[in-house]
């Protein structure tokens, strides 16, 4: 079993930024691509960025590209996903993410892994 612990949420400007950590631990944890899912009120569970497990390879949503980086720690077991520029629309619940494979992945259903999530507030 893999757990993942989010932290780093909270109530920030627009225009402000937060950074979010993910730590992953478990006896199984290793050669894992790992994302970050957000979900707002009314709304569907959206990707947001994913990461592969050699941190080379990165994807974005559009929504967020140019404005929100991801990253790993050099032990892989921790992630980061790095918000500037935020915007109201932003405003959700953050889930971390882990798959059973080295490749990112932008579907949800590809993701065996979850966090509890972590709220991200913009206010206007």
Not at 41 to 49: I, S
Not at 82 to 92: E, F, G, I, R, V
Not at 94 to 100: G, I, K, L
């Amino acid at each position: 079993q893999v757990q993942l612990v989010e932290s780093g949420g909270g109530l920030v400007q627009a225009g402000g930024s937060l950074r979010l950590s993910c730590a992953a631990s478990g006896r199984t944890f290793g050669g894992n691509a790992m994302g970050w899912f957000r979900q707002g009120p009314g709304k569907e569970r959206e990707f947001v960025a994913a990461i592969s497990w050699s941190g080379v390879s990165t994807g974005y949503a559009d929504s967020v590209k140019g404005r929100f980086t991801i990253s790993r720690a050099s032990a892989k077991n921790t992630v980061y996903l790095q918000m500037n520029s935020l915007k109201p629309d932003d405003t959700a619940v953050y889930y971390c993410s882990a798959r059973t494979g080295p490749l990112i992945h932008i579907r949800r259903d590809e993701y065996n892994y979850w966090g509890q999530g972590t709220q991200v507030t913009v206010s206007s």
